[in-house]
């Protein structure tokens, strides 16, 4: 199964069963990705700490040779050696390579969590009935006070208007 991280992050709020279902799975994916990671992380340290120690031997084994460039080598100029040999600045770019990947994917499975605890935040409102249709709020004093007032003053205009109908009643 193909992973997009932009989609697997995706959450659709209408589907929450569903989407909390597949939580466990996806951030399975990610933190499995973050585990390789940093076993090739680790790989490529070894590698690096494997060509640095390789070149510095060679240099030791070479030093009939050196010696005519470099005749008083000494442990600043043999790490220079070593730190600019294209094998050692070769395992330096792998190992920045698989730093980069594991804080990418740190970055990823840090936002996985923050998706399950959104997940749970919404999971909470949709059982409190957040998503359900618009309610009116709780009536305060002064929505009490104004429905008092109008039901008091149609009160009176029905009055005038009965007095009114039996003032016209008594004319006729």
């Known amino acids: 199964m193909e992973h997009d991280f932009d989609v697997d992050l995706q959450v659709n709020r209408f589907k929450l069963d569903e989407e909390c279902e597949r939580h466990a799975a996806v951030y399975h994916y990610w933190a499995e990705e973050r585990a390789k990671a940093r076993a090739d992380l680790a790989a490529a340290e070894d590698a690096l700490d494997m060509k640095g120690a390789e070149v510095q031997l060679a ?48 970055a990823c499975v840090y936002s996985l969590e923050s998706r399950k605890s959104m997940l749970g935040n919404l999971v909470e409102l949709w059982v409190k009935a957040y998503y359900s249709e618009v309610r009116k709020s709780a009536p305060s004093a002064a929505d009490d006070l104004q429905s008092d007032t109008r039901a008091s003053l149609n009160a009176r205009d029905k009055q005038r208007q009965a007095r009114k109908e039996e003032d016209k009643d008594e004319e006729e």
Not at 59 to 75: C, F, K, M, Q, W
């Open 59 to 106: 240099i030791g084994s070479d030093r009939d040779e050196r010696t005519a460039l470099y005749p008083n080598i000494t442990v600043a100029v043999a790490k220079a050696l070593v730190e600019t040999h294209p094998d050692v600045v070769a395992a330096k770019d792998e190992l920045r390579t698989a730093k980069s990947r594991v804080n990418h994917l740190d």
